[in-house]
């Protein structure tokens, strides 16, 4: 059975870091591209960062570029991703996700949340 | 990176059949055929539903079909059933391995 498991998530100030961990199992791990999507309270989903089973390729949304940093350990089965620079609307539930064969998102963790406040 | 463009609703009784849009540019939905859709019920994670444009991965009704032409793709739902109630997000890949979600659309079976 696919499990993925996030944790990190809590309460940060603004201009504060947080890394988000998020552990597979189920699947040979180091063979799938993995994501991060995050949806902020009663919105809707945006994509976060991708990265290639090795670790070789990574991706973010432009607006998150500098600040956001996406990586892996396969040797652990984990999947990170590094959060700086912290502002209030990056408040959200941060979901880690596996893209299939299929390039869409087959399996999801239930997410971690977020939350930037003073 | 814009947000594809869905509408914030659609509704239809049980039995009847619902059709929900999802417009981006040529830079993402009319350039790839990688359209997904994902519908997520209140406070779970989304689940996928539709994979490159048309298909369904194991375990997906045959209720559930999309399909594209041009920049708009599209996901309808027929023989609504109450536990199709859900939000139905489209997201396309937008060039390289970077994607875009669209708005969402909040489906409620009347």
């Known amino acids: 059975e696919v499990q993925l498991v996030e944790s990190g998530g809590g309460l940060v100030q603004p201009g504060g870091s947080l890394r988000l961990s998020c552990v597979a199992s189920g699947f040979t791990f180091g063979s799938s591209w993995m994501g991060w999507v995050r949806q902020a309270p009663g919105k809707g989903l945006e994509w976060v960062a991708n990265?290639?089973?090795?670790?070789?390729?990574?991706t973010c949304v432009d607006s998150l570029m500098g600040r956001f940093t996406i990586s892996r350990d396969n040797a652990k089965n984990s999947l990170y991703l590094q959060m700086n620079s912290l502002r209030v609307d990056d408040t959200a539930v941060y979901h880690c996700a596996r893209w299939g064969v299929t390039a869409g998102l087959d399996f999801w963790g239930q997410g971690t949340l977020v939350t930037v406040s003073s | 990176q814009s947000a594809l463009t869905q509408p914030p609703s659609a509704s239809g009784s049980p039995g009847q059949s619902v059709a929900i849009s999802c417009t981006g540019t040529s830079s993402d939905v009319g350039a790839y055929n990688y359209v997904s859709w994902y519908q997520q019920h209140p406070g779970k994670a989304p689940k996928l539903m539709i994979y490159e444009v048309t298909k369904r991965p194991s375990g997906v009704p045959d209720r559930f079909s999309g399909s594209k032409s041009g920049n708009t793709a599209s996901l309808t739902v027929s023989g609504l059933q109450a536990e199709d109630e859900a939000d139905y997000y489209c997201s396309s890949n937008a060039g390289g391995h970077t994607y875009v979600f669209g708005t969402g659309t909040k489906v409620t079976v009347l």
């Open positions: 990265i290639k089973g090795d670790g070789s390729q990574t």
